[in-house]
């Protein structure tokens, strides 16, 4: 992932597939507002990681999901959700 200058509150992502048509869908909304979805699959579940405990990586057959997510802030957020 690039390092871009973001708010500290903020969560970056990425998504890489192997092929076009692992992609279900990409849409960008129309001017006027500003959502985007994309859709698509990674394959089979091969691995699920932190790399170096501060970025949580989904590897499929297909692609790889990584998220900006630590795992400290992965177990808080799971004792929250739990009620611990």
């Known amino acids: 992932m690039r390092k871009n200058p973001r708010?500290?509150?903020e969560r970056a992502?990425?998504?890489e597939l192997r092929r076009r048509e692992q992609v279900?869908?990409?849409s960008l909304s129309p001017q006027d507002s500003e959502e985007v979805l994309?859709?698509?699959?990674l394959g089979k579940l091969e691995k699920a990681r932190f790399?170096?405990?501060i970025l949580l990586e989904i590897s499929g057959s297909k692609g790889k999901f990584r998220f900006d997510?630590?795992?400290q802030e992965m177990l808080r957020f799971l004792?929250?959700?739990n009620g611990e």
């Open 7 to 9: 708010a500290a509150n």
């Open 51 to 53: 790399v170096d405990d």
């Open 24 to 26: 279900r869908q990409a």
């Open 79 to 81: 004792k929250e959700v």
């Open 13 to 15: 992502f990425s998504l």
């Open 69 to 71: 997510l630590s795992k």
């Open 38 to 41: 994309i859709e698509g699959s």
